[in-house]
Structures are given as C-alpha cells and as structure tokens.
C-alpha cells in the first residue's frame, strides 16, 4: 500500500478508536446531563445527526468536483477533520435538548464535508488491482479499533466520568487529523480525466468504509 | 451522468436496497439507545458493561469478515453468496431476538458476538452481489438511491425507537426490531432466481 493510503488508513484508525469511547454509550450521557434527557431525546439527537449529514453531503460533494485538481479535496477534507474533531468538546457546553440537537445539526454538517473528500482522495489512491485487499485491511483495522475505543470508553466513563473521556476523545482525535498531514506532499494539481469524482466515490464506496465520517 | 430510471427497474439491486432499508434503518431503532437498554436491562451495569459488549461485536466481525469474503469469491457462482446473504440476515434477526432473554453481562456479550458473526456473513456477500448485478453506467445513481433510502428510514427509526422505548419499553421495541430482520431477509427471496449457479447459467438480469 502507498503512503497517502496508508496514512489515511492510521488517521481513521485512531479517529474511529476515539469515536468509539463514547458513542455506544452516547445515550446514558444524554440521560445523565441533558435536561429532561430520555430515550426519545437520544433518538431525536442521532436523527438530526443523520438528517443533516444526509442533506448536505452531495452538494459538498459536487462543491468538491466542481474545484479542479485534488488540492481543494485535501483542504477541505483537512479543515472538516479539524473541526470535527473539535465538535465533541460541545458536549460538554451543552445543558438541554435543543442545544444538543444544535450540537449534532452543526457536527451532520462538518461531517458532510469530510467525508465524500476523503473518500474521493482515497479512491484515487487506492493502488490499481489490489482494492479489495485495500477495503479489507481498512474495515479490519477500524473495526478492531472500534472494539478497543468501546471496551477502553465504558471503563473511563465510569471509573473518571464523562468530562475526561470527551477531552480524551478530542486529543485522540486531533492525533488521527495530525496523520493527514503528510498526504499534503502526494495531492495531484490535476485530476486525470478518468479519476473518481467526489461524487461517484460518496455513492460508490461500500458501507463499512469511513464510518467514522459517515 | 443523466438520470435513470435504470436504478429502480433492476429487480436485483431494488430488492437489495428494500432489504437493506429495511434491516439497516431498523438497526437505528436500538442503536442510539443501546446503552440505555443494557443499564435497564441487566442489573448493577453501567457504562463498562456496554464498552465490552461493543467490542466484542466488533471483535468478532472484524476477525470473521475478511475469511468469509475469502470463501465466498473462492466458491464458483452466486448461490453461495446468496445463501451468506439470506441465512446472515436470519441470523441477524435472531440474535436480536435473543437480547430479550438478556439477564447477564456474559449473556450480552455472548449475544453481541453472534451478531457481529451474522454481520461478517451477510456484509461480503451483500456487496457482492450488488456489486455485480449493478450495471457501472447508472453506478452512481444505484447507491446513491440506497444510501439515501437507508439514511431517511435511519433518521425515522431513531425517532420511533427512542418513543418506543420511552412509551412501550425495551422488550416491544426490541420485538419490533427483530420483526423488521425478519422482513429484510424475506426481501432478498425474490432475487435467488437471478443469482448464477456455478455453472454459470442463469435466468433474468
């Protein structure tokens, strides 16, 4: 595997280990810090969540293909990350539901735009003939990675409390964006004609993949 | 790329994004309020119960899915991945089942890797075939269509299983979700027919 696909692969490993120590009990955070926090609250946060990722991630995609060269991909995707990985630290800010429905409008957003670019300089990448090896060893290593955030999440949460574990989950996480950085050196000026739009690769990519920015 | 009607006229890659609106929308019945579920559910839990009982989901996916993929492209034809497909999706509704007889730590754990194996079977061999029977000049608008389709009854089912939960309690809920996986996998029956037999022969498109 080439550098930019392996450095790609490191910084969702780590993002996604550090998602993974609060996500799967997201939903007792609700209950215990919102105002009025309840099953129907956390379901309503995760519908926002999806709602408005899914209604702004194809106009961020074609944003992306309309801008020649991958250059713009790479900012924007570097940018995205950044502020998504700041997100969580609003969490700790938020007091009732509507604020946290505000949270999770503001994060589906940020997260609309990383995620068809890092998939579009992902695909390109991806060394010719050997995909299916490339889509295995990234779901096997998040996929671990989720495991090790989830088991490590639930012990910090109950041992420390939720303060420290979204601070750690943010440090983690600008750890993850810190492995961008070197794919700065290998962005193309100009796309080949026949490279994947940011579109085609949102819509082409199978599920499983960049999850974490899913 | 123009627009299509080709998308929604393939029986095969329809029948699948249904089935997957089906299954994978209902999974957002449970999962935002997993941990409630669990600290509700089985007594002196807390949040440590619920990271170990995702890891070991993920665990056993992550560790099945790649030999399962491996099987599947070695056996010649369809039929093998359309069985993964079919008996994954059942497995996966009955695993969801078992959460109702959940009273243990070790019951959870057991429960969430039997469903991240369910997973690992039905996922390679779901790509597969959509893979296949997608024709590569509407690609893009194929997906798209199921993504979208599976976002939308995602956003739905958080809202419906956070007041399920809320009004009727977990075992309804979870009753419910098991009933969605069951239909999902009944979805896939039709496209059998027009999955290739080893020898290569098949009906339809």
Redesign the interface.
């Known amino acids: 595997m080439n550098a930019v696909v392996r450095f790609m692969i490191l910084s969702d490993t780590v993002w996604t280990g550090a998602l993974g120590l609060l996500g799967p009990i997201f939903s007792l955070f609700v209950v215990d810090f919102i105002e009025g926090g309840s099953p129907v609250v956390a379901g309503m946060a995760a519908a926002v969540y999806l709602i408005s990722k899914s209604l702004f991630q194809m106009p961020f995609a074609h944003l992306v293909d309309r801008i020649a060269g991958e250059r713009d991909d790479y900012w924007i995707m570097l940018c995205g990350s950044f502020a998504a990985a700041l997100m969580p630290l609003f969490y700790l800010a938020v007091g009732t539901s509507g604020q946290l429905y505000a949270v999770q409008f503001a994060y589906g957003l940020v997260m609309a735009a990383t995620f068809p670019s890092f998939i579009a300089i992902y695909v390109r990448h991806i060394d010719r003939d050997r995909e299916a090896v490339t889509w295995g060893v990234y779901a096997t290593v998040v996929d671990l990675s989720a495991a090790l955030g989830a088991s490590f999440g639930g012990i910090i949460a109950g041992s420390f409390g939720y303060r420290r574990l979204v601070v750690l989950l943010v440090v983690l996480s600008l750890a993850g964006v810190a492995a961008l950085l070197p794919v700065r050196r290998h962005v193309i000026g100009r796309v080949r004609e026949n490279g994947a739009s940011a579109a085609e690769a949102v819509v082409l990519s199978p599920p499983g993949i960049g999850d974490s920015r899913r | 790329m123009r627009f299509s009607f080709s998308p929604v006229t393939n029986p095969t890659t329809m029948f699948l994004t249904l089935s997957d609106v089906v299954g994978?929308g209902s999974d957002?019945l449970l999962?935002?309020?997993?941990?409630?579920f669990v600290?509700s559910r089985i007594p002196d839990s807390?949040?440590?119960?619920?990271?170990?009982?995702?890891?070991?989901?993920?665990?056993a996916?992550?560790v099945a899915?790649?030999p399962v993929?491996h099987l599947l492209d070695r056996i010649a034809g369809e039929r093998d991945d359309f069985s993964a497909l079919f008996f994954g999706r059942l497995a996966m509704a009955a695993g969801t089942a078992l959460y109702l007889l959940v009273s243990q730590p070790v019951h959870l754990y057991l429960v969430q890797a039997f469903l991240g194996l369910a997973v690992a079977l039905y996922?390679p061999s779901y790509?597969a075939i959509f893979?296949r029977h997608t024709r590569k000049a509407v690609?893009?608008?194929t997906?798209?269509l199921r993504?979208?389709m599976v976002?939308?009854m995602?956003?739905?089912a958080?809202?419906?299983?956070?007041?399920l939960?809320?009004s009727f309690g977990f075992a309804v809920l979870i009753a419910v979700y098991a009933g969605m996986q069951v239909v999902s996998a009944l979805l896939v029956l039709p496209i059998r027919s027009r999955t290739r037999r080893p020898d290569g022969h098949r009906r339809g498109g």
Do not use: C, H, N
């Open positions: 994978l957002e999962r935002p309020v997993f941990a409630l600290v807390g949040p440590a119960v619920v990271g170990i009982a995702m890891a070991s989901y993920f665990l996916k992550s899915q790649l993929a996922l790509l893979t690609a893009g608008q997906w798209g993504y979208t976002d939308l995602g956003a739905t958080a809202v419906i299983g956070g007041y939960a809320s």
